[in-house]
């Protein structure tokens, strides 16, 4: 049971290459969410889904863009990478605002 | 605005000494209350959860959290530390379909 995959694991962009982060899960579970975490801030919650189809804004929503096509899938992607997205994203997953299950996590360094 | 308030940035402790971490949220009803573990390089771990009922939480590895209501806190306790205990400590609150974390709290164990 391989619960909430990530990928990459790890990436280098340079300033203004795009790139998409994968999150699967195979939990069949309807929400999603994508985190970033940076030192002395916590996790900030990006964009979230509450089921196929749907996303939704969270704390810092601005610069990325999100989909979930399907259950199984919620994709982030950055359009124009900036050295403030330097972070580690974190994807989650849960049944309903329950226990949340996270990937281990996808290092992004932007240059 | 909806936040989530860890007072304590480090906390330091010795081993066998107790402990408790602080954890405010300020929503308009009462949400769902979780705190999570990071050891370093980790993921994160689920220490235990309130949803509603006692406000009494027991949770794995020893920890504890009561909820007050009066105060909108959602403390994490444990009687004695260990040097295994040594983490970040995150408490999260769950609302509205979101599910939004502080800034942690990182515990340090002196032997």
């Known amino acids: 049971n391989a619960g909430v995959t990530q990928t990459p694991k790890f990436r280098v962009l340079k300033t203004g290459q795009s790139m998409t982060l994968l999150c699967a899960q195979d939990m069949n579970h309807e929400y999603m969410y994508w985190y970033r975490q940076d030192p002395g801030m916590g996790l900030r919650l990006i964009h979230y889904?509450?089921?196929?189809?749907?996303?939704a804004k969270g704390e810092v929503p601005d610069g990325y863009n999100v989909s979930r096509l399907k259950k199984q899938n919620f994709l982030l992607g950055l359009e124009s990478a900036a050295p403030s997205q330097t972070s580690v994203y974190f994807c989650?997953?849960?049944?309903?605002?329950?226990?949340?299950?996270f990937g281990e996590g996808s290092r992004l360094t932007v240059l | 605005a909806q936040s989530v308030t860890q007072p304590d940035i480090h906390i330091t402790v010795s081993e066998g000494a107790s402990l408790e971490l602080r954890c405010n949220y300020s929503y308009g009803a009462t949400p769902y209350l979780f705190w999570y573990v990071q050891s370093p390089g980790q993921g994160l771990q689920l220490l235990l959860k309130?949803?509603?009922?006692?406000?009494l939480v027991q949770g794995i590895k020893g920890f504890e959290a009561e909820f007050k209501r009066s105060q909108s806190s959602f403390n994490l306790r444990k009687p004695s530390v260990h040097w295994s205990d040594a983490a970040e400590y995150f408490c999260a609150v769950g609302r509205d379909d979101k599910i939004i974390f502080g800034k942690g709290t990182r515990l340090h164990i002196l032997p």
């Open positions: 889904s509450v089921g196929e189809g749907t996303t």
């Open positions: 989650a997953s849960t049944v309903n605002t329950g226990e949340l299950f």
């Open positions: 309130y949803f509603s009922g006692d406000t």
